[in-house]
C-alpha cells in the first residue's frame, strides 16, 4: 500500500511559539519543482521564493487559532485579511506569500510559507485542471542548510487540517508530489 501524501507531509508550522529563527532582510530561493506524471515522465519547471519578512509570534499564534476555531475557511479569510510578506512564482504566477515561518534545525533550518489561494492545479497531467473545492491555499517547506541550499516539497493547491499535537496536515489536490529539488539562496 502506497504511502499517502497527506501522511508524509505532516508538519509543525503554525507553532504559537517564538522559535522561529529571524531574517535580517528579504531573502530569495530559487529552485526546480519536479513532479512525475502517471506515466512515469518527470516534468520541471522553475520556481522563484521571495520572502520580505517571516511572520510575527502573534500572525503565528493567531493563524493557529483561527484554524482551530474556524478550519481552512477561517484560515484562509484570515491569511486574505493579511498583508504580503513576500511572493512565490511558478508556472508564470506570481502568488503572494502571507504566511513565512522559519524554525532552526541545528545545522539549518526549515522554512515554511503559506498563500491565501492556490498556484496552479495539476492533476491528470493537464496544467489547466479545474479547481475542487477546499483546494484554496498552496504551502511549501524549504528543509535548509546554513548555506541556505536544500531540498523541499510544495502543495501548489491544497487542505491544511489539525491533527493532534497541532500538528498541521496538507493535502494536496495532485496525486503526485511536487519536490523541490536544488534550492538556493540568491
Known amino acids: 500500500m502506497a504511502l499517502r501524501r497527506e501522511s508524509r507531509l505532516v508538519i509543525v508550522f503554525l507553532m504559537a511559539s517564538g522559535l522561529s529563527a529571524a531574517i535580517a532582510a528579504a531573502e530569495t530561493f530559487t529552485a526546480t ?16 521564493i521571495q520572502i520580505d519578512r517571516l511572520s510575527t509570534a502573534a500572525e503565528r499564534k493567531d493563524a493557529m487559532k483561527t484554524l482551530k476555531t474556524t478550519g481552512q475557511k477561517g484560515l484562509k479569510k484570515r491569511l486574505q485579511s493579511m498583508k504580503d510578506i513576500g511572493w512565490i512564482e511558478a508556472a508564470s504566477k506570481k502568488t503572494p506569500i502571507r504566511y513565512a515561518s522559519s524554525n532552526s534545525t541545528g545545522d539549518g533550518r ?7 489561494e492556490p498556484i496552479v492545479h495539476i492533476g491528470a497531467d493537464l496544467p489547466d485542471a479545474k479547481p475542487r473545492e477546499g483546494y484554496d491555499l498552496a504551502i511549501g ?7 541556505g541550499k536544500g531540498h523541499g516539497e510544495c502543495a501548489p493547491a491544497g487542505k491544511i487540517k489539525l491533527q493532534a499535537n497541532d500538528a498541521i496536515a496538507i493535502e494536496d489536490y495532485g496525486g503526485a ?10
Not at 33 to 48: F, I, L, N, S
Not at 110 to 116: G, Q, R, Y
Request: aromatic residues 2%; charged residues 20%.
Open 141 to 147: 517547506i524549504l528543509v535548509l542548510d546554513a548555506a
Open 33 to 48: 519543482a519536479e513532479v512525475r506524471a502517471a506515466d512515469g515522465t518527470k516534468k520541471t519547471a522553475p520556481v522563484t
Open 110 to 116: 526549515v522554512l515554511t510559507v503559506v498563500t491565501a
Open 177 to 186: 508530489t511536487v519536490w523541490l529539488q536544488g534550492i538556493a539562496k540568491k
